[in-house]
């Protein structure tokens, strides 16, 4: 059996848990998340000149091959 909890007060973090066998293993696994977008979701006004858009995440990305 295996569950996830997701809570609230710490967003970005699930907490697994899975039984095999009579063996539990307990982990937290930090999820990436998006902490704002620059400009913001249905700005108006926004020059057709802006390229630029800004997205923060939660924690620093790594590049990868696969990208």
């Known amino acids: 059996m295996a569950t996830t909890t ?3 007060s710490n967003p ?3 907490n ?3 039984t095999v066998d009579n063996q539990t293993v307990n982990i937290s ?3 990436f998340g ?3 977008v620059d400009p913001a979701d ?3 006004n926004v020059p057709m000149t802006a390229k630029d858009v800004t997205i ?3 924690s620093p990305i790594q ?3 696969s990208l």
Do not use: D
């Open 6 to 8: 997701l809570n609230r």
């Open 16 to 18: 697994v848990s899975a």
């Open 12 to 14: 970005g973090v699930a």
């Open 56 to 58: 923060t995440f939660n």
């Open 42 to 44: 249905g700005a108006i």
């Open 29 to 31: 696994i930090y999820i």
């Open 63 to 65: 590049a990868g091959s």
């Open 34 to 36: 998006i902490i704002s």
